[in-house]
């Protein structure tokens, strides 16, 4: 069982920053991909970044330019560090771990932080 602890959202002004960190615990297969979803209310969840196991990362298109996507050295971290955010980007943020093991994807997600951007 993957366990995923976050930390890091609250409150900040627009064109503020806010760093998300995310630590798992349990079995860590070493094909997985760690990223960040987000949902707003009355939206879906949405995927913000996500980072593969070998360090590639990948952006949705209203993050790129201002967030940024890490592991840390032990690799079952991850951070998401937000730049110049936007009231848009206000939303309860998720970690989730995706684990390729016997020929399949299992997902596990975090309990969400909530990020509130505003002046």
């Known amino acids: 069982q993957v366990q995923l602890v976050e930390s890091g959202g609250g409150l900040v002004q627009p064109g503020g920053s806010l760093r998300l960190s995310c630590a798992a615990s349990?079995?860590?297969?070493?094909?997985?991909?760690m990223g960040w979803y987000r949902q707003a209310p009355g939206n879906q969840r949405d995927v913000v970044a996500t980072i593969t196991s070998d360090g590639s990362p990948d952006y949705a298109d209203s993050v790129k330019g201002r967030f940024s996507i890490s592991r840390g050295s032990a690799k079952s971290t991850v951070y998401l560090q937000m730049n110049n955010l936007k009231p848009e980007d206000t939303a309860v943020h998720y970690c989730?771990?995706?684990?390729?093991?016997?020929?399949?994807?299992?997902?596990?997600w975090g309990q969400g932080t909530q990020v509130t951007v505003s002046s």
């Open positions: 349990g079995v860590i297969s070493s094909i997985n991909i």
């Open positions: 989730n771990v995706r684990l390729w093991s016997d020929f399949e994807w299992s997902d596990y």
